[in-house]
């Protein structure tokens, strides 16, 4: 029999396979093909910069989480695991496989397995709530069509942080219950890792900067795809849409994104054509930044055999 885990392994590509579908169901193949016949060189470029930027950013929050759970990780390694990890994303199921990679294999490397994986869970979990508190307060402030979505998102919010609080307030329950080992673990990793008074300003800016990195890639991918629209428009658009991105239930990142993105730019009296074809774009200019990946997973899979039989650092 398939358990929970295994169904919903089917079921998250199957979803994103669904909002493509209805998509081209709706718009017809126009509007991803002008997506990919759009993207040029200077676009490329400008992306290819911008991820070196935001991978520096998020492999440097990385590290100061680890170092506040008690391991280090070196810059320059942390730099290639996260290309590794971001490539990985962008062509397996789901979106998450790549950072499991990620935690798995450095947990292993370090010998501190289940460290190494929290280390990245509570890693992006640091980063994906700096980014909806960022999209919360954007889709307050600035006049949109989106701006009503920002009481939603603001629950969403304020679930997260009860739930971080309710985990910090009984730090101390006993019992050899599974839930009580994780309310356990999980308070002393945040309160070592992520709100530790070395690590928690170095993690914000981190996740500020990686956020801000990618909504100018969407911008670039928005004026790429041929809108024209004043940035002041596009700005809530791009935050919501980066924000569907963190469903897992896509294709190698793709689904969410576009459907988001229709239906955002459509709100906006922008035509959802043109907010598929820009989400399109984003998706094209961050595989082709994230390639380098693949050559840290290729120089990795050359180099393992030589190192079988050899003690880990």
Not at 222 to 238: E, V, Y
Not at 261 to 283: E, I, K, N
Not at 291 to 312: C, I, M, N, T
Request: proline content about 4%.
């Amino acid at each position: 029999m398939v358990g929970r885990a295994g169904v919903w392994r089917w079921l998250e590509p199957l979803a994103g396979a669904a909002v493509l579908a209805a998509l081209v169901w709706k718009m017809g193949a126009g509007p991803f093909l002008d997506g990919f016949k759009a993207v040029n060189v200077q676009a490329l470029v400008a992306a290819a910069a911008i991820t070196l930027a935001t991978t520096v950013c998020c492999a440097w929050r990385w590290r100061l989480v680890a170092r506040g759970l008690g391991f280090e990780i070196p810059l320059g390694g942390a730099i290639a695991a996260y290309y590794r990890s971001q490539f990985l994303n962008s062509v397996l199921p789901g979106g998450v496989l790549g950072d499991v990679h990620r935690g798995v294999k450095h947990g292993q490397e370090s010998g501190q397995a289940g460290r190494g994986l929290r280390a990245v869970v509570w890693e992006r979990a640091a980063g994906q709530t700096v980014q909806l508190i960022l999209a919360v307060g954007l889709l307050a402030l600035l006049p949109s069509a989106v701006h009503q979505l920002s009481a939603f998102l603001a629950v969403v919010l304020l679930a997260v942080v009860s739930a971080t609080l309710f985990a910090l307030h009984w730090r101390s329950v006993a019992g050899t219950r599974w839930w009580a080992r994780a309310l356990r673990a999980s308070a002393a990793d945040i309160r070592s890792g992520v709100l530790n008074w070395s690590t928690a300003p170095g993690v914000v800016v981190a996740s500020v900067a990686a956020v801000g990195g990618y909504t100018a890639i969407f911008l670039i991918a928005a004026r790429t795809a041929g809108i024209t629209a004043p940035l002041g428009q596009l700005l809530p658009l791009a935050v919501l849409v980066l924000l569907a991105m963190s469903v897992p239930a896509n294709i190698a990142g793709w689904g969410p994104r576009e459907g988001a993105a229709a239906w955002a730019f459509g709100a906006a009296g922008l035509g959802a054509a043109q907010g598929v074809s820009a989400a399109v774009v984003y998706g094209v200019l961050t595989f082709a930044s994230v390639v380098p990946g693949a050559v840290v997973l290729a120089v990795g899979w050359v180099r393992s055999p030589d190192k079988q039989g050899e003690p880990h650092a």
